[in-house]
């Protein structure tokens, strides 16, 4: 059975930072792409950031120097280290997994539950 756990949410005033976590388990083989999106309270869920197998990473233009994705293959776990946190960066915060091969098979794209984030003073 494969799960992506998320981790590290929280409150943090304005400017301050937060590293969240994903980790996929289920005898991971491999993962093709991790993601990172949001959604904030009566909005479309939309696309933080992503990483290849290989580091390739891409960002919403929002949080784009400010935000900085990573990923560690050996682990299947992805990261997301959130620094300079603004109040409008308050979501639930969901990783997914595209192209994941386990022992039990293949899935094309896996959810995580999500992780709440709020920046306020």
């Known amino acids: 059975q494969v799960q992506l756990v998320e981790s590290g949410g929280g409150l943090v005033q304005p400017g301050g930072s937060l590293r969240l976590s994903c980790a996929a388990s289920?005898?991971?083989?491999?993962?093709?792409?991790m993601n990172w999106y949001r959604q904030a309270p009566g909005k479309q869920r939309e696309l933080v950031a992503g990483?290849?197998?290989?580091?390739?990473?891409n960002y919403a233009g929002s949080v784009k120097g400010r935000f900085t994705i990573s990923r560690d293959n050996a682990k299947s776990t992805v990261y997301l280290q959130m620094n300079s946190l603004k109040p409008e960066d308050t979501a639930v915060y969901y990783c997914?997994?595209?192209?994941?091969?386990?022992?039990?098979?293949?899935?094309?794209?896996?959810w995580g539950q999500g992780t709440q984030v709020t920046v306020s003073s």
């Open positions: 289920g005898s991971i083989l491999s993962v093709n792409v």
């Open positions: 990483i290849t197998s290989g580091g390739s990473t």
């Open positions: 997914n997994a595209e192209g994941i091969f386990y022992r039990g098979g293949y899935l094309s794209l896996y």
